[in-house]
């Protein structure tokens, strides 16, 4: 019964022409009686007061890494891509104060008091994940040249809520403590394979339990490798900021009654830098006062 009232309702919207004129009242009628479909859409709208972050990961990248020849443990061209494309939407998406990204993944954090898209979760999430994936694909060629996308790359993403500046800090403190203990660990590995001429599972069973210090020393006296002046993209992940500059432009202005002359403008503009330095303790978050707002 409701489906032939379905079948006929939908007969008759097709019938109609687009104007809305031209709806019959029985075709608004049975609109009206499908508009309770709406109800079933959750609230997502995230809790005031909170910081925003939406973090992005690279789906299977295991595998798109090796298809597509990434240089082992880092490749500068695909760790580049990422930022390009994290830069692309902090540039289109309004309200984001910060983004980190080390490996395949990206965190963008919204600031406290946003209300884009209402705070609606989905939307957040969404936005940033497609505008991503385009710009890794619109990109790619910038950064691999010749090397050809094989397949369409994807990103998940989530939306995770941090009440307090503590919270938020200790969240990006803990992406980039990883990005240090994953980096670490593939440098000593890959360093064993490629120039210990290990297989990698000797290299995985030479690493087995041993600590961070244990793997500095494996580095430093039988590769002569500092860790500590390996390259800090590598080892601390990149960071996004705005940054005020000043911009200086020339104008020729024409009084009544003057001559002719030139004068200097200077504009204040918003510009992204990208950042491979600590952000774990205080003195990034002093350098950079405008990213939190105050607790209260
Ligand atoms: N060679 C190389 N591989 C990389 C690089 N960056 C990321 N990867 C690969 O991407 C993987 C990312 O790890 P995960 O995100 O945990 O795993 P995943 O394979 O993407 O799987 P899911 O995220 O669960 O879908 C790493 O384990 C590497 O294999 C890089 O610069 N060079
Ligand atoms: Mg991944
Ligand atoms: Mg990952």
Not at 116 to 137: D, E, G, I, N, P
Not at 221 to 235: A, G, M, V
Not at 274 to 286: K, M, R, S
Request: aromatic residues 12%; neutral net charge; charged residues 25%.
């Amino acid at each position: 019964m409701l489906k032939q009232t379905i079948q006929r309702s939908l007969g008759c919207l097709r019938n109609c022409k687009p104007h809305s004129a031209h709806f019959s009242s029985s075709s608004i009628m049975a609109k009206s009686k499908f508009e309770y479909v709406r109800n079933f859409e959750t609230d997502d709208t995230c809790l005031r007061n909170c910081y925003i972050v939406v973090r992005l990961d690279g789906r299977n990248f295991h595998k798109f890494a090796e298809q597509h020849n990434f240089t082992k443990p880092n490749d500068n061209r695909a760790l580049s891509l990422m930022t390009r494309s994290a830069q692309s939407v902090m540039e289109e998406l309004d309200d984001i104060v910060i983004a980190y990204g080390q490996s395949d993944e990206y965190s963008f954090v919204f600031k406290r008091s946003t209300n884009w898209f209402k705070r609606r979760a989905s939307k957040l999430m969404t936005h940033v994940a497609s505008q991503f994936s385009s710009s890794y694909v619109f990109y790619w060629r910038e950064y691999f040249g010749e090397q050809k996308l094989l397949y369409p790359p994807g990103f998940d993403g989530r939306v995770v809520l941090y009440p307090s500046n503590h919270n938020l800090r200790d969240y990006l403190s803990w992406r980039q403590a990883d990005c240090h203990i994953n980096n670490l660990y593939n440098t000593v590995f890959w360093t064993l394979v490629q120039r210990g001429g290990l297989s990698t599972s000797q290299a995985e069973d030479r690493l087995k339990g041993t600590l961070a210090a244990d793997k500095n020393e494996i580095l430093f006296s039988e590769f002569n490798i500092n860790y500590n002046n390996e390259s800090p993209l590598h080892r601390k992940g990149t960071t996004l900021v705005w940054e005020k500059t000043d911009e200086s432009t020339t104008k020729k202005i024409k009084l009544p009654q003057e001559e002719e002359k030139e004068i200097t403008v200077t504009r204040t503009r918003k510009k992204i830098a990208a950042l491979t330095c600590d952000i774990i303790g205080d003195e990034f978050w002093e350098e950079h006062p405008d990213i939190l707002e105050n607790d209260s």
